[in-house]
């Protein structure tokens, strides 16, 4: 929510409708990230790189879900968790988001040096992998932090209600734009232009194998990236017209204002649907992820074993072609 100068206050999605939203991805996401990291505990040795950057997105995911039901209940009627939830919450899902898109930016280079260049030993040394998943939840730490500082639960001049925002002064706008942008270009086109760059080569790989396993495995890769985009890049593109708006750059007022507040909605509730389908983009449509599962649960007597037998025939990923790892 924002704090305006027009008489009338923008006009939103349903809260219901949010509501709803925020409900089921969070349980849909926390279901599926669960198990993504069960599943990958459960793998023990055979741990690849791929399999530790997964588990790490899919615990940002799940991080990202628990934060949903506050702001469905702030959505609803107004802010009600005092000022320390409100900066915990805000910046828990600032580390998350950063921290999420990183480590799918660090997924599609480890794709790019097991397949197009072939390289396994930079790829499969754990303590590697281990600095650098480290040193991606140290950055979105540190790119949350001006979120953390300056959100306060407050009552804005002019309304009744309580709000968890950025609490700034008139002086501190530019500090404000200055933010966004830096949340435009390492949030969005950065890991955009390396997942764009990686996984171009990577499909020219596998398209000139002209292996048909190897073909199915591309398709998956082309559904990684629309889904990255199509979830993405309408909130980043509403985003940048709300900072060039703040930065005085376009023109401002109160109708186009209202209209970008609305976009904005809208477009975020699409970004966070992405937290719900990276287990079924990146788990649960390769082969080795349902089988480490069935087996799971075979183990654990919720299937029988002409179920697992049944389920665990056929795959559309041969284990040596791609060698990455769950998403097999």
Request: net charge positive; glycine share 4%.
């Amino acid at each position: 929510l924002e704090i305006y100068n027009c008489v009338e206050s923008p006009e939103g999605l349903s809260s219901v409708g949010l509501v709803s939203t925020y409900a089921m991805v969070s349980l849909i996401s926390l279901l599926g990230n669960s198990l993504v990291i069960y599943v990958v505990c459960c793998m023990e040795k055979h741990k690849t790189s791929t399999d530790v950057y997964l588990m790490n997105l899919a615990l940002a995911n799940l991080l990202f879900s628990l934060t949903l039901p506050f702001w469905a209940v702030y959505v609803h009627s107004q802010w009600v968790f005092e000022t320390f939830m409100c900066k915990f919450l805000s910046g828990l899902q600032e580390a998350t988001f950063y921290s999420g898109v990183l480590l799918l930016a660090c997924i599609s280079v480890d794709r790019y040096l097991a397949i197009v260049k072939a390289t396994q030993v930079v790829t499969h040394k754990r303590h590697l992998v281990g600095i650098v998943c480290t040193v991606v939840w140290l950055a979105a730490v540190l790119l949350s932090l001006p979120v953390l500082v300056q959100r306060e639960a407050f009552v804005p001049v002019g309304e009744t209600h309580i709000v968890c925002h950025e609490n700034l002064t008139t002086g501190m706008e530019q500090w404000r734009v200055g933010i966004s942008m830096l949340r435009y270009a390492v949030g969005f086109f950065f890991p955009l232009a390396v997942m764009t760059y990686c996984y171009s080569c990577t499909a020219c790989t596998l398209y000139r194998s002209r292996n048909s396993q190897k073909h199915k495995a591309m398709r998956v890769i082309l559904c990684v990236v629309l889904a990255f985009v199509l979830c993405w890049l309408p909130y980043n593109l509403t985003v940048l017209v709300d900072t060039l708006m703040r930065g005085n750059l376009i023109k401002e007022t109160c109708t186009v204002r209202m209209q970008v507040e609305f976009s904005l909605d809208v477009t975020y509730t699409l970004a966070v649907l992405h937290c719900a389908i990276n287990p079924i983009l990146y788990a649960f449509i390769g082969q080795r992820f349902r089988n480490q599962l069935l087996t799971s649960l075979f183990k654990h007597g919720f299937i029988s074993k002409r179920v697992l037998s049944t389920y665990r025939k056929g795959s559309i990923y041969s284990s040596t072609s791609l060698n990455t790892s769950i998403t097999r």
